[in-house]
């Protein structure tokens, strides 16, 4: 079964440093999102991307969350100037366009701000 | 605004025993509902949605739109059944962003 890869597994950074998380979605999937859970809070919607531009985007996705969809394959997270409470786990997901189809998860990144 | 309410963050129970995970939800049109659960190191996999009515690993959910509720069931709890439960609700329309609740995990004991 195809599956939402993430890479790297755990990022460690050090504050005010950019950072670039990895997700490669579902081959045939249009609908791409970020999400993050900071420890032991619930899951959090970042963003979501449809057609080579942001659909929807949070409160949280402020002026230092940037995502691209550069190649055609990978999705990625840019965090710049990284500050300690963007410390988190930050999940990759993606849909297929049919309506009603559900969000498939990556692994997620661990991502730790020193 | 949307959102979902899971009020155990902890539920342990012993095998062969039922398990109810409750979820309630607040959201002004007509939702979907789905249940994610997440094993010991593995990525939130999606186990139910209320939309295909099915029932997996033995676990069903009704949404109740009077109650606003989508409580996950099982009549007997196996230790695999032991993880972290996530209920989640999208709008019916749109990019359907997902809100979660803060997750109840399941202790099975044997």
Redesign the interface.
């Known amino acids: 079964e195809p599956e ?1 890869t993430q890479t790297p597994s755990h990022q460690v950074t050090q504050m005010g440093q950019e950072v670039i998380l990895r997700c490669v979605p579902i081959s045939n999937h249009l ?1 791409f ?1 970020w ?1 993050r859970q900071i420890l032991g ?5 970042l963003v ?1 991307f ?1 057609n080579n531009e942001i ?2 985007k ?1 409160e949280i996705f402020d002026d230092q969350f940037s995502v691209e969809r550069p190649d055609g394959s990978n999705f990625t997270l840019k965090i710049r100037s990284t500050k300690l409470e963007d410390s988190a786990m930050y ?1 990759c ?1 993606s ?1 297929g366009g049919q ?2 189809q ?7 990144t661990r991502l730790s701000i020193l | 605004a949307q959102r979902v309410t899971q009020p155990e963050k902890l539920l342990s129970v012993f095998k062969g025993a039922p398990v109810e995970l409750k979820c309630n939800y607040s959201y002004s049109g007509s939702p979907e509902l789905f249940w994610y659960v997440q094993y010991s190191r593995q990525r939130l996999q999606l186990l139910l949605r209320h939309i295909s009515r099915e029932s997996i690993k033995g676990f069903t959910a009704d949404l109740n739109k009077g109650e606003t509720s989508f409580h996950l069931k099982k009549p007997f709890a196996q230790e695999e059944d032991s993880a972290m439960y996530y209920c989640a609700l999208s709008p019916s329309t749109g990019r359907r962003a997902l809100t979660f609740g803060s997750g109840t995990r399941l202790q099975v004991q044997p």
Do not use: L
């Not at chain 1, 809070?41 to 919607?45: A, L, Y």
């Not at chain 1, 559900?102 to 997620?108: A, E, I, K, L, T």
């Open positions: 939402v609908y999102y999400y809070q619930k899951v959090e919607f979501s449809y659909s929807e949070s999940f997901a849909r309506g009603g559900p969000q498939h998860f990556g692994d997620g």
